[in-house]
């Protein structure tokens, strides 16, 4: 995939059909980092074919660990027996802010680790000083230089750790670290999102000892070594409510196949109060959207950690409330620099205002097709939903960003009905 493509989007075309959910991006790559714990062979059931996946497994070859990825199965095997390097390399992990991810599972195993601080979509402040605190009471001598973050221990041991505030990366990072310290670790505050439960599950069935996994209690005794294991991904909840927010935004009908409706309650709620209907069955979401889409005149969406409505959906959200038939209000509590979508939005057609935390919408009849940027992950999949839903043609540059949190998105899409294609283009100042 090169760094230069476009999509390109004719609008007007509901998406109609059903689609199986992805493998989690946010569960399968701290699932990846934790393999570095194994003393044998990981195999790993629906890993996504995104580019962060590809990044996270060039990390790990380079650090020792044999991987293959057989795609058309949506199987690896990672193989942890010899780690030749605790040292990271700095330029892939400026890639994704997930890299950092590998320095628990370091630190355990080996006693050290070098990685540079972490990359990724620029979101706002990502501070890691939750995770160095922890690995420091956990024993680590750490320090920074020229942006790289050096841990060392001759041995960690169990502490009890809080953090001020539920922290998915920093409580990823200190229970992996804490399964193989000497003694008890309590952690409080832990955050609770679907995708670190499933990272704890993964490494129960490697061995671990967890009590009150899915809690914002964990207890960790540590234990000797880790083994490997087999273990399926869970479906990714921001990938399968971008395609069901994709049917109400063009008046479709989309069904998720093999998704955990549990996961996304609050954002299936949301739908429902804007007008769509939502079915939910076992293992299954369908959403048929209605029209009109109602505003949320009398009710404020604000993000926060899970159970809470997810940041990763919010640009996505408002593409939608933006078609609505009033006002709308979203409250970004999270992260400071989400709102950079907001401007290519409004070059759609959007009436969008950011004020502080949030960000306001008037409701407009429709889009208009126009060329436009994508800043992020999910600012890029929120403005092809807006071009999906606009008259005309719409451009979606830097399509990187999508690539790195969605399988295939363009062929997704064709599949539903939607007339997007990708384009290679020439590269030029704007780029």
Same mark, same amino acid.
């Given at each position: 995939m090169s760094e230069n493509s476009r999509l390109i989007i004719n609008g007007g075309h509901p998406l109609r059909g059903s689609l199986e959910a992805s493998g989690a991006k946010n569960a399968c790559l701290p699932i990846m980092a934790a393999s570095i714990? %194994?003393?044998?062979?990981?195999?790993l059931e629906r890993v996504p074919n995104i580019s962060d996946v590809r990044v996270m497994a060039q990390i790990l070859r380079e650090i020792g660990v044999k991987v293959e990825f057989d795609v058309p199965r949506n199987f690896m095997v990672l193989d942890s027996t010899e780690i030749v390097t605790t040292?990271? $390399?700095?330029?892939l992990v400026s890639r994704m802010n997930a890299s950092f991810d590998t320095m628990g599972p370091l630190l355990a195993r080996c006693g050290e680790g070098e990685v540079s601080m972490p990359g990724g979509c620029r979101l706002g402040d990502r501070r890691i000083d939750f995770h160095i605190e922890a690995f420091r009471k956990l024993g680590a001598e750490v320090v920074i230089e020229k942006g790289i973050v050096k841990a060392r221990s001759n041995g960690l041991t169990g502490a009890k750790i809080f953090f001020p505030s539920a922290s998915v990366g920093a409580t990823e990072n200190a229970m992996m670290a804490a399964t193989m310290?000497?003694?008890?670790?309590?952690?409080?505050?832990? %955050?609770r999102e679907p995708e670190v439960t499933d990272l704890a599950n993964f490494l129960v069935k490697m061995g %671990? $000892?967890?009590? *009150?996994?899915g809690t914002q209690t964990l207890r960790i005794q540590g234990v000797k070594e880790m083994h490997g294991t087999r273990h399926s991904v869970i479906p990714d909840r921001i990938e399968g409510c971008t395609y069901l927010i994709g049917a109400a935004i063009t008046g479709g009908d989309v069904t998720i196949n093999k998704f955990d409706a549990e996961y996304s309650g609050y954002v299936l709620e949301i739908l429902q109060k804007v007008g769509q209907e939502v079915l939910i069955g076992e293992d299954y979401v369908r959403v048929i959207g209605k029209r009109p889409i109602? $505003?949320?005149?009398?009710?404020a969406i604000v993000t926060a950690p899970y159970p809470g409505f997810p940041t990763d959906l919010?640009? #996505?959200?408002?593409?939608l409330l933006a078609l609505a038939n009033g006002d709308s209000v979203l409250q970004e509590s999270i992260f400071d620099r989400r709102f950079m979508y907001v401007m290519e939005l409004v070059r759609l057609g959007a009436d969008l205002v950011v004020s502080g935390p949030y960000v306001r919408s008037h409701g407009v009849e429709r889009f208009q097709g126009a060329p436009v940027n994508a800043s992020d992950i999910r600012a890029g999949s929120a403005l092809v939903l807006a071009g999906l839903a606009a008259e *005309? #043609?719409?451009m979606v540059r830097h399509v990187?960003?999508?690539?790195?949190?969605? #399988?295939?998105?363009?062929d997704k899409l064709v599949s539903l009905g939607a007339d997007v294609k990708r384009v290679e283009w020439p590269l030029t100042e704007i780029d």
């Open positions: 714990l %194994a003393h044998g062979v990981v195999e040292k990271t $390399s700095e330029e310290a000497e003694g008890v670790t309590i952690m409080e505050n832990c %955050a %671990a $000892s967890i009590e *009150g996994i109602k $505003s949320l005149d009398d009710y919010h640009p #996505q959200m408002v593409s *005309g #043609q719409t990187k960003y999508i690539d790195r949190g969605y #399988q295939n998105m363009e």
